[in-house]
């Protein structure tokens, strides 16, 4: 077997064994799936954890709808409890949406869900393996923030090098 097609097989067997340890720990009662909420309100409050809070504007160029849709997407989060609306310190025309203490716990219970089974699982491990495992995954991260750097800078792979 050819190194390209060798990692192209082990490239292909890590991403269905990680999707299947995904389906694994979603098993578990995760508040993802008894929050009642739609995908739509799931990206918004998604968007607001990563981002602290945003504009009408940006919540409707994130998830790719017009301004009304947004509207009626942030008034149910509000009636949820989950968003609150506030003013622009530094543009008074500009509403700000942003996480309510309920829906900063609502996103850390859905984080913690999923952490809270893979350690259970990653107990279950013996040393050698998590050692393994650490290093494997701090490269993985590694690579994961050079290639964020990468896109938010417009850097191309193999391109010029600060230095």
Do not use: C, W
Not at 53 to 75: K, Y
Not at 87 to 103: A, I, K, S
Not at 114 to 124: C, F, K
């Amino acid at each position: 077997m050819s190194v390209s097609n060798e990692r192209e097989d082990l490239i292909r067997r890590i991403t269905e064994t990680q999707r299947g340890l995904g389906r694994l720990i979603a098993q578990h009662q995760s508040p993802l799936f008894s929050s009642n909420l739609t995908l739509r309100q799931l990206k918004v409050i998604m968007l607001l954890s990563v981002n602290g809070s945003a504009s009408g504007q940006d919540l409707a160029h994130h998830l790719g709808v017009g301004l009304g849709t947004v509207t009626g997407i942030v008034d149910r989060l509000v009636a949820h409890g989950l968003v609150s609306r506030h003013e622009d310190p530094h543009d008074r025309r500009v509403r700000r949406v942003e996480l309510t203490p309920v829906g900063t716990q609502l996103i850390e219970e859905i984080n913690n869900a999923g952490l809270h089974h893979y350690r259970r699982i990653m107990e279950h491990l013996d040393t050698d393996t998590l050692r393994t495992l650490d290093s494997v995954t701090r490269t993985i991260s590694d690579v994961a923030a050079k290639l964020a750097h990468e896109d938010r800078t417009g850097d191309e792979p193999g391109g010029p090098r600060a230095g």
